[in-house]
């Protein structure tokens, strides 16, 4: 599917670029070929595009979902000159079409080269470069628009996301089969193989290994007897495993008997090489003890868990004399023996006596810390102790972040009627298709027999909604069925984030300079303008990524840092919102419900199909309702607008009345958690706002960022207070203010950003930082706009990469939940294992394009299901609210049918 560029939206768009879902209208349609067809969506208001006024910068669109189907959304010219829209809000990083050069090799990584240009009116096309370039350097300019062509034919955002879809098939396939060959059983990987991420940090193969707090481990082991038989090894083992319930347990005590353990652990060799000094009978007569308790052991599996503890290596260089003969190799013959015995003790099944074979991996990497060469250090038996824990009480506790043992959930009596309406909506567009292929074969040109010439039937029929409806819910449920495959069935693998400073400082430096490198002139240049919000979303977003797959909130400066980005987020909306109802003064139900739909429409899906409460996805929540509060705050009489307010100063007091009594209602909710979570508890908002059973996680994210929305709101009045008074200089090129007061203010913000840095970078405790982040963040957001804007020069320019994933962030935010991380955000999905680096490319890319297919999906739907006459709109309404109230029945009715 071709690249459709957003409609215009009001400058300062909040995190989510809904405002590109203004009001359009389609044009007739450009007869002729497809290379010739002209742009379809435009604003109905003529001369003045949404946002205009606060400085934002809207664009032709190049195709409608119609196009788009046919597979034609652009003209035929090359980037930056589909329907002579130029650079701006194209949705290409290279400032052209969407669906050419520039989007492909984005998502590659790779730079779309600008053509040469040999003289000031040099263009990217062919005819522009043959009237100012000449002789060698007219031939290369010609052959690379000639060549950039035949690339933007064969490589689009379409093409990569045809590559990506066969990219998810073989990878499903492959790891589908090697599921069916080696077993889909993460337990036996979890009791075999893993490597080391850092000194302490163990990764089982292929799944996630989750750290069990006190509280947990007694939970598990409440009531349950669990048997160590062995040596002094299997010894230290049982005291870091008990360490683990009570850290304070002492590494002595007596030994018990109980009449039926519910897991036993057990293992034994090193004793029986060292008084028999590593003979050969003695081997043999291991090889016969074994044989004789096998019977019992597997009889004891078969109504407990029942582990039998390969020897560990030792590090024969540090055993004392009496302890030389055992070797290495002679610890290898008798877990050999153990294994074969063991294993061949069942003739018709295989055996129920799992072996614990990882600590052996273990044991390899930690020996050389050994103070007597024979025992493991601390940190080793801790580990094996943990993986011990996770294979008994995974599967008891399902900690979301322990993959390791657990089976893949049930599906959900809403989950099942998902399905089928997804599986319904496939089938009801194959149907649809086969349809209207066999309606336009008859259409087909037919030719006369009398002139011998073709006639067309009929031309250019229309697409339906029902059509378009139908086909995004195709796709949509196909995609839907990637999110299931990727975190909720175990079909691919997954492991768990370790961070350090090179796996988030590398990636943050290679795409900043990517980002200073595609740069393209603004046609805007005023403050705030569409391509910089663009801009600063992109960035800011693609920070958060590599913040949330690194594992960095374990870094406090970062996860510091990292806090201001989210609050700039919020401080967009505040700052979007605001500008658009007091330039605009549009309160119309259908702009409420656009926002809204654009919002959550994603978000509600998820919670049907990965059945997740709406708070999980915890952000859009809080963008939702900072937008009801800016509306409610604005709408509420007195109605208050720039309009009004020019012809009556009192006005602008009115309104700052207003935002003086929402601050006042912020600071009475962020001071009295009680009322908070009175208000959100209310059916049926506690039933969106809950995590857990409470509303606490809500209030908490609330007031973490409570004053910017209104700080956003703040600084969004008093700018276009002062361009409304001509104070500011907005010109290409200029300085924002007088020469002296830009320096003056450049100095300030430099110096307000530095010491807010160095503060995040210093704090120690993050509770004490997080409680005065609220009210200091606005600093380095207020000091990064003003040294964006205020050199005329870096407000005449933009980073087009930025841009480009600034126009998807929404997206990119929700699906890196599921099709990125894994686990719920706890781990890293791996497609490709054993190869980290190109496991990361290969989702990435397949990442960014389900998320750009989702917001095209989006925006499809948006026109569809949001109808601009108030009838159709109240009717939709209604059926929404219907289908939210079943939506409560069934999962009230789910809640009390869960265990």
Known sequence: MSVQPQPPAAAGDPVTPEARLGPVTPEPRASGPPSQAQPLLRQEATGEEEGEETGGQGAWGTGTAEQRRRGWGEADEGPGQAGGTGAAGSGSPAGGAG?????????????PRRPPQCCP???????????????????????????????????????????????????????????RY????????????????????????????????????????????????????????????????NPQFKEEGNKDSVAKPHVI???????????????????????MNITSIAPLLEKLAKTSDVYWVLQDPVYEDLLSENRKMITNEKIDAYNEAAVSILNSSTRNSKSNVKMFSVS???????????????????????????????????KILKPVDGSCCQPRPPLTLIQKLAACFFTLSIFGYLI?????????????PCTDLESGEEKKNIINTPVSSLEILLQSFCKLGLIMAYFYMCDRANLFMKENKFYTHSSFFIPIIYILVLGVFYNENTKETKVLNRDQTDEWKGWMQLVILIYHISGASTFLPVYMHIRVLVAAYLFQTGYGHFSYFWIK????????????????????????????????????????????????????????????????????????????????????LAYSQGAFEKIFSLWPLSKCFELKGNVYEWWFRWRLDRYVVFHGMLFAF?????????????????????????????????????????????????AECNELHPSVSVVQIVAFILIRNIPGYARSVYSSFFAWFGKISLELFICQYHIWLAADTRGILVLIPGNPTLNIIVSTFIFVCVAHEISQITTDLAQIIIPKDNPSLFRRLACTLAFFGGLLVLSSIQDKSRP
Request: with cysteine; charged share 15%.
């Open 360 to 394: 052996k991996l273990i044991a390899q990497e930690t020996i050389m810390e050994s103070l007597d060469g024979l025992h493991l250090p601390e940190s080793s038996r801790e580990t094996s102790a943990m993986i011990l824990m996770n294979v008994y009480c995974n």
């Open 99 to 111: 669906d050419g050069q520039g989007s492909w090799w984005l998502l590659l990584g790779w730079p």
């Open 432 to 444: 649809f298709y086969v349809i209207h292929r066999n309606t336009h074969r008859k259409n087909k």
């Open 265 to 287: 652990v057990a293992g034994a060799a090193t004793w029986s090489i060292k008084i028999h000094n590593g003979s050969e009978e003695a081997l043999s007569q291991y090889k």
């Open 182 to 245: 080696r077993g889909n059983d993460s337990c036996e990987y979890l009791l075999s193989s893993g490597r080391f991420l850092g000194e302490r940090v163990w990764q089982p193969h292929s799944c996630m290994m989750h750290k069990y707090k006190i509280s947990e481990a007694k939970n598990c082991l409440v009531d349950k007897h669990i048997a160590f038989i062995g040596d002094s090894r299997i010894r230290q083992l049982f005291y870091s495993f008990v360490k683990i319930i």
């Open 718 to 766: 008093i700018y276009l207070a002062l361009q409304r008074r001509q104070i500011l200089s907005e010109g290409k090129g200029e300085p924002l203010f007088s020469n002296k007061i830009s320096n003056f203010l450049l100095f300030i913000s430099v110096v307000s950003f530095l010491t807010y840095s160095i503060w995040a970078s210093s704090c120690k405790n993050k």
């Open 121 to 179: 009116c040099a263009a990217p096309l062919p005819r522009s470069a043959a009237h100012c370039c000449h002789g060698g350097t007219k031939m290369a300019a010609l052959a690379y628009n000639l060549g950039k062509r035949e690339i933007n034919h064969y490589f689009s955002v379409r093409s990569a996301k045809v590559l990506a879809l066969v990219a998810v098939l073989l990878l499903a396939a492959c790891h589908l089969a090697s599921r």
């Open 585 to 668: 003064g549009d309160f119309g139900i259908h702009r409420v419900c656009q926002v809204l739909f654009r919002l959550n429409f994603l978000v509600v899906v998820l919670c049907i199909v990965m059945d997740r409460p709406y708070q999980f996805y915890y952000f859009v929540p809080l963008v939702t309702v900072w937008f009801m509060v800016i509306y409610v705050t604005l709408a509420l009489w007195p109605q208050i607008i720039q309009k009004k307010a020019n012809g009556n100063c009192l006005w602008h007091l009115g309104l700052l009345l207003k935002l003086a009594f929402l601050l006042l209602c912020i600071c009475f």
